[in-house]
Structure formats: structure tokens, C-alpha cells
């Protein structure tokens, strides 16, 4: 069975960065694209960024880009999402995903809130 | 960036009854992805490639479209298919959503 298992997140001060992992289990993590989206609070879906199968790959939202760093270690099968320079607006659920294409498994996200 | 926006923005229907819900994108696509998202749960994959329907999904529903519109059709309209759908296309960086259409249960 696919599993992917999100943490880190909570509620942070603006201005400070974050990192948030996901583990993932019951297929071959080091063969697939992985990828991160979010949804603020009664909000759509927001895609963030991805990453290939041995990191020479990564894409990013444009909007984002500037704070993102998105990260994996095969070893570990776990999928890193790190933000910085947070602010209120990056409060959100955060969402690993496997993306194939197109986002095939989910994890069961992860809440940021961004606040002082 | 390709925006997509989606129509009906909010929709009931009775059980039985068939739905439609469609996305049109600014400029073309290759195809469309649907994802269905329940009431706190993570959104689930429901058809890729415009109209190949993801694992365990019920034939009810279909996928259809090209270039810039996009239709996903609930052909009889179930308890269980209340959520929120989303389209989302994998053409062009960023990997835009659609809004979401919520469809209730009448």
C-alpha cells in the first residue's frame, strides 16, 4: 500500500523558515517524480514544485521559487519541502504527492500557520 | 500561466441524476487531470489523461475534451459523489488547478 506520511508542520512566526518531510513507503520512492501542493484554508489547490527521481531535477511555481527548496533523500524514501521568509499567506495544508504524471497518491497533508 | 476556470462553481443534483462539470483552459493543453476532494480528506486522483479513469474509480464517471475545454461527467449521480473536483493541467510550469466546482447532493 502507498504511504505518504507528512510532518513538521505547526505554527510559525513570519519572517522564519520551515522544513517539512515526508516519508513514503510501499513502492519505489527512488523511481518516481514526487512533488509538493498546497491549500490555504477554504481555498483551491495550489501546485508548488517537484522533484525527479535523483534530484538532477527540479521545478518550481514561478510565484514561489525565491523561497522553496525541495529536496529528497532516497535512502531514506523521504521527501523534504523546505520555506523560508515565511508570511500569513503561506499559511496552508500541505500536501505530498507522487506525481507520475499526474498526482496519483496523496499524504493526508500537513498544516502550516503562518502567525505572531 | 495557464488559468483554468472551471463551471459550474457550485452544483446539486438528486441521485440518479447526471452531472457535468466543465474546465476551459486560457490556451491549450495536452490533456486534463480530475481530482475529487471530500470534506477534510486529501483530494484523490479520479481520471489523468483526460479521460482515463484512475484505479478504483466507479464507471460512472468519464473524462472528455481537447485543446481548451474539458468536461467531467458523473453519469448517475451518487450519496458518495458529493465533494469538490478539481481539473488540473500538466502542460505548462505552473501546474495550474482549476477553482473547483463543489457539487452537493440534493
Known amino acids: 500500500e502507498v504511504k505518504l506520511v507528512e510532518s513538521g508542520g505547526g505554527l510559525v512566526q513570519p519572517g522564519t523558515s520551515l522544513k517539512l518531510s515526508c516519508a513514503a513507503s510501499?513502492?519505489?520512492?527512488?523511481?518516481?517524480?514526487m512533488g509538493w501542493v498546497r491549500q490555504a484554508p477554504g481555498k483551491g489547490l495550489q501546485w508548488i514544485g517537484e522533484?525527479?527521481?535523483?534530484?538532477?531535477?527540479?521545478n518550481y511555481s514561478p510565484s514561489l521559487k525565491d523561497k522553496l527548496t525541495i529536496s529528497r533523500d532516497n535512502a531514506q524514501n523521504t521527501l523534504y519541502l523546505q520555506m523560508s521568509k515565511l508570511i500569513s499567506e503561506d499559511t496552508a495544508i500541505y500536501y505530498c504527492?507522487?506525481?507520475?504524471?499526474?498526482?496519483?497518491?496523496w499524504g493526508q497533508g500537513v498544516m502550516v500557520t503562518v502567525s505572531s | 500561466e495557464i488559468v483554468l476556470t472551471q463551471s459550474p462553481t457550485t452544483t446539486a443534483a438528486s441521485p440518479g441524476e447526471q452531472v457535468t462539470i466543465t474546465c476551459l483552459a486560457r490556451?491549450?493543453?495536452?490533456?486534463m487531470n480530475w481530482y475529487q476532494q471530500k470534506s477534510g480528506a486529501s483530494p484523490k486522483l479520479l481520471i489523468y489523461?483526460?479521460?482515463s479513469l484512475a484505479s478504483g474509480v466507479p464507471d460512472r464517471f468519464s473524462g472528455s475534451g481537447s485543446g481548451t475545454s474539458y468536461t467531467l461527467t458523473i453519469n448517475t449521480m451518487e450519496a458518495e459523489d458529493a465533494a469538490t473536483y478539481y481539473c488540473?493541467?500538466?502542460?505548462?510550469?505552473?501546474?495550474?488547478f482549476g477553482a473547483g466546482t463543489k457539487l452537493e447532493l440534493k
Open positions: 490556451s491549450s493543453v495536452y490533456n
Open positions: 522533484i525527479n527521481q535523483d534530484s538532477s531535477t527540479i
Open positions: 510501499g513502492f519505489s520512492f527512488n523511481h518516481y517524480w
Open positions: 489523461s483526460t479521460s
Open positions: 488540473q493541467q500538466w502542460s505548462s510550469n505552473p501546474y495550474t
Open positions: 504527492t507522487r506525481a507520475v504524471p499526474p498526482f496519483d497518491y
